[in-house]
């Protein structure tokens, strides 16, 4: 068909419009076939078949360099360019094995997609569709074939054993839940209470060194833990995770959260390291935003703001520790932080 259904030219690269029996919106058709060059011109289907050969023996050279590699950039026994059984050597190997190979199986798609894309027949073909239900007879066979199942199996006359069936599949599940039982004791109250308590310094993470208000300049951050938390704590390593904090000082004026204010002391803030969202370290602190960052999922936290989330999909502010000022200038919390750190869970309020 070369015109539309009124007689007019249809547009460049549209097919005319057919007619559509028993009304309803006619078929556009497809847009004219488009011919590659390899279908008419010898040369450049020569030039498409030489490209896809390479592509097939670049991906040998990949598989021939990764079995090269294996054996020569060993990372414990033998490396060309480092150290067997260092780090160096590891990272060789995994180089020249990984590239070796990506090569090789990047090619080895690369000419498959090309051999298909530019020398496999290059036809179009369309498929009517067809009435999806069965017909009547193929339905009610169907039909009978359930309800002749149903009869064989006796399940009508017989209710001991449906009844008793339905008892076996139900308890099944319930074995599942057997092995929770030997998970280990329960967390209790301990995900809502941390080291810190009121009067504790507030120390340096990497020396133990208190920290005194005259020290922490405008805009400058400080990774920071109780003082007296160390490796004769009991389950210090868990002591350590809970609380982990972080210490920022920024101009009052900027603070847009008053009580977040009160909390801290001439503008030093201090709030929890762990993030609200599943718990990750937040310790990338933007100066001139006051935006403090988790790597993990981007959430944002507003230190103007009380650590408000800003971004992110953090659900709730990162707890502010309390603190003031001792009669020696230092650092020290005023109690625990108000509410649980870290990830949220079902009961975090519980404490309120
Ligand atoms: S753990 Fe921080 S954003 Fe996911």
Redesign the pocket.
């Known amino acids: 068909m070369t015109e539309n259904l009124d007689g007019t030219r249809p547009a460049k690269g549209v097919s005319a419009i057919a007619a559509k029996e028993g009304g309803g919106f006619p078929n556009p058709g497809l847009p004219p076939h488009a011919h590659r060059q390899g279908d008419h011109d010898r040369g450049a289907e020569k030039r498409a078949e030489r490209i896809v050969a390479v592509m097939f023996l670049i991906s040998v050279l990949g598989t021939a360099l990764f079995i090269a590699a294996y054996f020569v950039f060993t990372p414990m026994d033998r490396n060309l360019l480092a150290e067997p059984g260092t780090l160096h050597a590891v990272r060789w190997s995994n180089l020249f094995t990984g590239l070796g190979l990506a090569i090789s199986m990047f090619f080895i798609g690369a000419a498959a997609v090309h051999w298909a894309k530019t020398l496999m027949p290059d036809e179009e073909v369309s498929e009517e569709r067809h009435a999806i239900a069965g017909s009547p007879e193929t339905q009610q066979a169907a039909a009978d074939i359930i309800t002749g199942g149903l009869a064989e199996s006796g399940v009508g006359r017989r209710p001991v054993i449906v009844t008793t069936m339905v008892a076996a599949l139900a308890a099944l599940p319930i074995a599942v839940l057997a092995p929770l039982s030997t998970l280990g004791p329960l967390p209790g109250n301990k995900l809502h209470h941390t080291f810190w308590k009121a009067g504790l310094r507030i120390t340096r993470d990497h020396d133990g060194t208190p920290i005194r208000a005259d020290e922490v300049a405008m805009n400058s951050i400080f990774h920071v833990m109780p003082e007296g938390l160390d490796s004769e704590t009991p389950d210090y390593l868990e002591e350590r995770a809970k609380a982990a904090a972080v210490l920022v000082r920024i101009d009052p004026a900027l603070g847009k959260n008053q009580s977040s204010l009160d909390n801290g002391y001439e503008g030093i803030l201090a709030f929890s390291k762990i993030?609200t969202?599943?718990?990750?370290p937040?310790a990338l602190y933007e100066q001139q935003t006051h935006h403090m960052l988790?790597p993990?999922?981007?959430?944002t936290f507003d230190v103007t703001d009380g650590a408000k989330v800003i971004f992110?999909?953090?659900h709730r502010p990162l707890p502010q520790l309390p603190i003031e000022v001792d009669a020696e200038g230092y650092l020290v919390a005023r109690g625990d932080f108000p509410e649980p750190i870290g990830p949220s869970f079902w009961d975090i309020h519980k404490d309120k």
């Open positions: 993030c969202h599943v718990g990750c937040v988790c993990c999922h981007q959430s992110g999909p953090a």
